[in-house]
């Protein structure tokens, strides 16, 4: 029987970020991962020969500076791409609008769509601003806030109906406010149907438009890039780094329980029968799988039980793979263009994302649904053999169980329904297709451990956030069982990758044995004085102004100072 410091159930980005900082402070750490591979769902794998894709997660925007400036995984080969695009919406009828990482291009191109989007993307990105210069301060401590902290900062700040916005509406009557046109609107209401049980004009969902959107990459708002190699580079990096200073990092080891004496986590023992015992057990692993499947109901409270037992998990996606003899063309475009070089979405569009949250409601799958895809072979060619590329779909909304049938009986015809929808973007693409692939809700729940395909380990509304995530009563990072903390995306502040749960949870556990997790828990009280550029884009026509100015392009690299955070 072998004893560690620390065991880390699960080898996610979270997982391998707390191995770190607690290694980093001295102690020994042993983390366990159930699959054949390290990441979680943080991976990059070679799903045919020659060809590697990133099989879950697969774009970085999340990733919290400090975590960067911390661990320094540049400094263990982790490199970011970026092809000059964020987001680009392709319509059936050749129509198409791209958000790209030049604040200026992105306002010329909306102002060409329809005339005052730039000013109201202005305006819709100032209400964002607001929003993360209050979330910030809760994002890195070992204790999480509560929803009346919550509150009390945002009327701090005077700002309060920011909180209503996000925390209470819908991202469509958020989008309805700033935006008029259709593409413009469909395009930025994606990110709030990510991994939801519901659609644009479900109440409660807007929070999770705003997560995502508070990210940054390189001190840019809302930019997101590829590892390249694939998320797996992520994955890697964190756990060269981590061996390097002594942690043990075991493949196909299975947690398969949690040991526990007197009240107090003592190891976990591997479904192979190796037992371990440790001063502290971290669990990466969602809170369902953790409070109901790893722990000893005796070891927890009744209501933490019957909480659990209750806990939201709907909302999950799936994802078809397709590897191409070239490299596709959508509607009304010729040659490579923005949508080859950022994340793609076809047929982004409120109504139809509405109809697709109803065949969700009702456990069917959709005849016609919007698609979001990637290429990365485009910017990496590390990733598939010359001249060869990979597709890399995804669709929201779709149910976890199908009323009619199961996922393993009906994902060929999804497959097919993917293929179906992807030629009336780009007629003749099924013709390129050489191998094909696909992952269903249910083998997302299977292969990667994720409670209910739950890609944030948990629904991110308002009832299970901060304090109460995942559950009121036991939120945060250490669980009824002492010495057992959770350290994966079911705490706050939730999903993504972010690393934020990871650095929190090994904090509180560095605070817990020293008596001092070394972060400034002063947190929301102190709120960052409001931007300059932030006072004055608030008056319309100062912001009337600035959009006009921000559209030269002679004036690029004084916008893009100013856009910085």
Known sequence: MSHFDAVVIGSGHNGLIAANYLADAGLKVRVLERRD????????????????????????????????ADLRPHEWGLRFLQGGVGTTNVWRDGRTVSMYNELGATLRELEGVKKGESEGFLAFGLELQKLYRVINPFLLTTRPPSLAEVIEAFHRAGIPEV???FFTLSIKEIVDRFFTADIVKGLLAFTGTVSVYGG?????????YGHHAIGE????MGQFAFPQGGMGSIANALADRARARGAVISTEAEVAYVTSRNGRATGVVTSGGEAITSDVVLSNADPVTTYLRLVDAADLPSELLERMGAYDVRGCMAR??????????????????????????LGADV?????????????????????????????DDT???????????GVQQVPFELADSDWDTAKPEFEKRVIDVLETYSPGISNSIIHSRTWTPLDYERTFGLAGANIFHGAMTLGQLFDARPVPG????????????????????????????????????????????????????????????????ANPTLRRLGAQAARNPRLARIVDRFSSR
């Open 200 to 208: 644009p004009a479900t109440p409660g969902w807007a929070y999770v």
């Open 383 to 393: 990733l598939a053999p010359a001249g060869k590329h990979i597709l890399s779909t």
């Open 37 to 68: 591979i390290i990441g979680g769902a943080t991976v990059t794998e070679e799903i045919w020969p020659g060809y590697r894709a990133s099989t879950a997660s697969y774009l970085s925007g999340l990733l919290h500076p400090k975590i960067l």
């Open 320 to 345: 078809s793979y397709f590897a191409l003899d070239r490299l596709p063309e959508f509607v009304g475009r010729k040659g490579e263009g923005p949508e080859h070089r950022g994340l793609t979405l």
């Open 474 to 537: 036991a939120g945060g990072y250490r669980a009824p069982l002492r010495g057992l903390y959770l350290c994966g995306a079911g705490t706050h502040p939730g999903g993504g990758v972010m690393g934020s749960p990871g650095h929190n949870a090994a904090h509180a556990v560095l605070e817990d044995k020293f008596g001092s997790s070394g972060l400034d828990e002063s947190r929301g009280a102190r709120q960052a004085r409001t931007p300059v550029v932030e006072r004055l884009m």
């Open 163 to 165: 909180f209503t916005d």
């Open 217 to 220: 990459h390189e001190g840019h």
């Open 351 to 379: 109504d139809l994302f509405t109809r697709t949250g109803e065949d969700q409601a009702h456990g069917r799958m959709a005849d016609d649904f919007p698609i979001e895809f990637i290429i990365q072979t485009v910017l």
